[in-house]
């Protein structure tokens, strides 16, 4: 079984490429294959010490899911079956993706719920990322100062995408015991 486990819920496919992007560059006795959470257990999650979860954030700041329009269950629906997992001792790194100029006022909040349901149960999140270089009125995934998580807007800043992901992937790899 590899050491870390790669999870994510998505609405339009990008959040699942973000995963790929990830996995990719990690071998299978590293890095578990990208699971979409609609197709997983709470087991699969808690078999994890190490734990990287994506979401996007949809409408006005919500988790993706059936109340949001999507199409399949997601974050929505499997947050609950996750209530009673301990998350105590398990390293966490999240990455959300938002529409900073389109949704300026909730921009990335839905990773501040995952941010906020993880912690809640004990586990130690990792890879906070610097809020300069975007440009959005509030999001409750910012924290003293910092996003939550990797903040990635495929929607206007693309381009800045790989390079994003490679110094977060840096910053998280001392706690996940990575060698980049």
Request: charge should be negative; hydrophobic fraction near 40%.
């Amino acid at each position: 079984m590899a050491r870390i486990g790669l999870f994510f819920g998505t609405n339009t496919g990008k959040t699942r490429k973000v995963a790929k992007m990830i996995k990719k560059r990690f071998d299978d006795d590293t890095m578990a294959d990208a699971l979409n959470v609609n197709r997983a257990t709470a087991e699969d999650l808690a078999q994890y010490q190490y734990l990287i979860i994506g979401t996007p954030t949809l409408g006005d700041g919500e988790l993706p899911g059936l109340s949001a329009d999507c199409e399949n269950e997601s974050w929505e629906e499997f947050l609950p079956q996750l209530q009673d997992v301990d998350f105590t001792g398990k390293t966490v790194a999240i990455y959300g993706l938002g529409d900073q100029v389109g949704y300026p006022d909730e921009f990335l909040d839905a990773m501040g719920i995952l941010h906020a349901f993880v912690a809640e149960r004990g586990a130690k999140v990792v890879g906070a990322w610097p809020t300069e270089g975007y440009e959005f009125k509030h999001s409750e995934a910012v924290v003293d100062g910092k996003f939550v998580g990797l903040a990635l807007d495929l929607d206007n800043q693309s381009g800045l995408t790989e390079e994003r992901l490679s110094s977060w992937l840096q910053l998280i790899a001392a706690d996940f015991d990575l060698t980049l």
